[in-house]
């Protein structure tokens, strides 16, 4: 097995679903972060058979939205000083603020140009959220 070091301090994005590792990296923009990154592919893992993994070297935050929305299941791992200092396990995000479009065509965020539009969590199964200008509801999709 191909052996990706340890890392020092960073992030570590585990568990992800086999074969989702490179929508995840174009999701989060790693591409253009400056930081080393390592995408780990089909690593096989005890519990449930294969995994991706990716592996961000950074002093700083990300953005974890997205990755609540698009894949609940991974796990965010903080190290510091090359141990783990903290973990998460992601949840469908509450608000979503400048990743969604509203559905609505009448909607004035689609006549209008508007960016960065709120969205509130309606109901979780669905993945279905209001949009704070005409209160529609549309549904997350990848
Ligand atoms: N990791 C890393 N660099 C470190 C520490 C941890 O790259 N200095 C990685 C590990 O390889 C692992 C992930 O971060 O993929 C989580 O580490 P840890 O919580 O120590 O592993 P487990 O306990 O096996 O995690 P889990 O129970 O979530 O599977
Ligand atoms: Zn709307």
Redesign the pocket.
């Given at each position: 097995m191909i052996n990706v070091s340890?890392?020092?301090k960073g992030i570590?994005l585990?568990?992800i679903k086999a074969g989702e590792g490179h929508c995840l990296y174009k999701a989060l923009n790693l591409d253009k972060v400056e930081d080393t990154v390592v995408l780990m592919q089909n690593i096989s893992s005890t519990s449930k058979g294969k995994k991706d993994?990716i592996?961000i070297e950074t002093d700083f935050d990300l953005d974890f939205t997205v990755l609540g929305l698009i894949a609940p299941h991974t796990?965010v791992?903080y190290?510091v000083d090359?141990?783990?200092t903290e973990?998460y396990r992601m949840e469908l995000p509450e608000k979503v603020n400048g990743i969604m479009k509203c559905k609505n065509p009448r909607c004035i965020t689609n006549v209008e140009k508007v960016e960065d539009i709120l969205f509130t969590l309606k109901d979780i199964k669905n993945k279905e959220y209001s949009c704070e200008y005409c209160d529609s509801v549309t549904r997350y999709e990848e």
């Open positions: 340890k890392i020092k570590v585990d568990h993994l592996k796990t791992n190290i090359g141990e783990r973990k």
